[in-house]
């Protein structure tokens, strides 16, 4: 299993951005799938989750202005997390972590992306 994730960049304060998770390979469902961030010199903090009901975990600094999405009609095993009304604080490493139950399997195994780069000029 292979997560990528992409839609990193360099936007101003006050402006938008929109990541996206793509997951491949082998299994059988997703369980959940989660964006987390981390700044430099800091630990790696959970942003928005989704799970396989839709239902949606956003960290306290986020709420209201980033949100994560899950089109399975159409687009598949792809989650996106927009991001508006983004601050200064808001950059760090984006990394998508994703819960993957393996076909046949009751356990799932956890897999995690590359990093996609996010900074906020002020």
């Known amino acids: 299993v292979q997560l990528q994730a992409s839609g990193g960049g360099l936007v101003q304060v006050g402006g938008s951005l929109r990541l996206a998770c793509a997951a491949s390979?082998?299994?059988?469902?997703?369980?959940?799938i989660a964006w987390y961030r981390q700044a430099p010199g800091k630990q790696r903090d959970l942003v928005a989750s989704?799970?396989?009901?839709?239902?949606?975990?956003?960290a306290d600094s986020v709420k209201g202005r980033f949100t994560i999405v899950r089109d399975i009609v159409n687009r598949g095993n792809t989650v996106d997390l927009q991001m508006n009304s983004l601050k200064p604080e808001d950059t760090a490493v984006y990394f998508c972590?994703?819960?993957?139950?393996?076909?046949?399997?009751?356990?799932?195994?956890?897999?995690w992306g590359q990093g996609t780069q996010v900074t906020v000029s002020s």
């Open positions: 972590r994703a819960d993957v139950f393996p076909p046949g399997e009751i356990l799932y195994n956890t897999y």
């Open positions: 390979g082998m299994f059988f469902s997703i369980h959940d």
């Open positions: 989704i799970n396989s009901g839709g239902g949606t975990n956003y």
